[in-house]
């Protein structure tokens, strides 16, 4: 067994129970709705109900691979947010009585912005290089919730991605040469005492830029793929535009045009989830490969450029080759049901739950139900949230 035969065996995603349209959110902020349609590229955003977190996101995600492939050879979870909901504990432990996890299991909570799932992937990949008869399951989930009024309003979202690593996997092995870059940049941010990121979105953008080309370069150095070997690109997607960004950029510093033709083919697919779910944070670039796979059926054996960047930051670039047969296993009619089943909000809505927060004092609160899933978080009591299984 080698590290080239690891990689993505099983992927899900979910998303919220609510969505708010860009064009109702436009007309309420008095802007013109083609800087959201066309300047950001999105149409739409998940919006979390009052009894929706990562936790019930995360499970959401998970279950349907724990269905299909059982948990007899998992032996590690890793879950990475940046919405964690405790200092302390790993999200990943409340999903134990969701899923029906081993008890025989690691779980940890991974955190670096958008970027940790990247990293979980790498570490489950070294674990299974270890001892390949072991399954990874990676967890990214995330809200990407920013003040009213901000310019960053219209990038917000929410999302979880569940990854099964496996040796030879069904969908996509996972190249072991990998390119690397991190500095230490005030992009984004969110202290300790905050509910939402402090954020300076022209430095964002440009950090992910050079984070972008840099982590190429260092990919490039450790004899990575050339550009032109790539079939299609994911980027992360904070919003849909900022792939087209990056991946302009990136040729751009290799001496490379490309044709609008050419770059809608490399990565237009990959951003039809991203365009109305939003900004999921470190679920997003795994969001751009579901929705690349569910999408296109000629990627067998072709090599897909994967762009990972958390601010702070780190970014990470890898390639993912598609396995012949992968389309057996991938579920687009589930996720497609999962984006059209989202009940729009009116901007009052979206507001009203924009401002609710779960409570902070030791008393019992029992949440609103406004779910339909088969996870919610039923009541927070004495600072601990209860779950509840449909
Ligand atoms: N029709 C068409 N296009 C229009 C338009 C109109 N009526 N009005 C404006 N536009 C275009 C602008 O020309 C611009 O296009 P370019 O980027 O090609 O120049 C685009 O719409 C956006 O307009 P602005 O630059 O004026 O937008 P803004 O400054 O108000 O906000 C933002 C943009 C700074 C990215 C803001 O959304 C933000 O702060 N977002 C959160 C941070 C973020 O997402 N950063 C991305 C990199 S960091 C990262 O990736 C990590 C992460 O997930 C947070």
């Not at 940890?108 to 958008?114: D, F, H, I, M, S």
């Not at 005492?193 to 953008?205: A, C, I, M, N, Q």
């Not at 984070?211 to 150095?221: C, G, V």
Request: charged content about 20%; overall charge negative.
């Amino acid at each position: 067994m080698t590290n080239q035969h690891i990689g993505i065996g099983d992927l899900s995603i979910a998303t919220t129970h609510y969505m708010i349209e860009h064009s109702t959110l436009a007309g309420h902020q008095g802007v013109d709705v083609g800087k959201y349609h066309h300047g950001l590229g999105q149409e739409a955003m998940s919006v979390p109900a009052s009894d929706e977190d990562i936790v019930t996101l995360a499970a959401t995600a998970a279950a349907p691979l724990l269905e299909r492939h059982g948990t007899s050879t998992l032996r590690t979870v890793l879950l990475a947010t940046e919405t964690g909901v405790d200092q302390s504990k790993a999200a990943g432990l409340y999903l134990h009585p969701l899923l029906g996890l081993p008890h025989t299991t690691r779980i940890v909570e991974l955190k670096q912005a958008c970027y940790a799932a990247t990293a979980g992937l790498q570490f489950a990949a070294g674990l299974i290089a270890r001892d390949p008869t072991q399954q990874v399951l990676v967890i990214a989930t995330d809200i990407a919730r920013y003040d009213l009024g901000t310019p960053a309003e219209a990038t917000q979202g929410a999302a979880a991605a569940a990854i099964l690593v496996t040796a030879d996997p069904g969908i996509a092995v996972l190249e072991p040469v990998t390119g690397v870059h991190s500095s230490h940049v005030m992009d984004f941010w969110r202290p300790n005492h905050r509910t939402t990121p402090v954020v300076d979105g022209k430095l964002s953008v440009t950090s992910y830029l050079d984070a972008a080309e840099r982590a190429y370069a260092d990919y490039l150095r450790r004899g990575g793929r050339d550009l032109d070997e790539f079939t299609a690109f994911c980027y992360h997607q904070p919003f849909t535009e900022m792939a087209y960004k990056a991946h302009r950029h990136l040729l751009g510093a290799h001496g490379r045009t490309t044709s609008q033709q050419e770059t809608d083919s490399a990565l237009t697919t990959s951003t039809h989830y991203n365009r109305t779910i939003g900004n999921s944070y470190t679920a997003s670039l795994y969001l751009a490969l579901a929705s690349l796979l569910d999408h296109r059926c000629d990627l067998a054996d072709q090599h897909v450029g994967m762009l990972s960047y958390g601010s702070g930051c780190v970014a990470e670039f890898f390639c993912a080759t598609v396995v012949p047969g992968y389309r057996d296993l991938l579920r687009a009619d589930a996720h497609d049901r999962a984006i059209t089943a989202r009940k729009p909000l009116s901007y009052e809505e979206y507001r009203a739950l924009h401002e609710f927060h779960i409570p902070t004092d030791a008393g019992q609160h029992t949440m609103p139900e406004q779910t339909s899933g088969p996870f919610r978080l039923a009541a927070v009591d004495g600072h601990e949230r209860i779950y509840e299984t449909r």
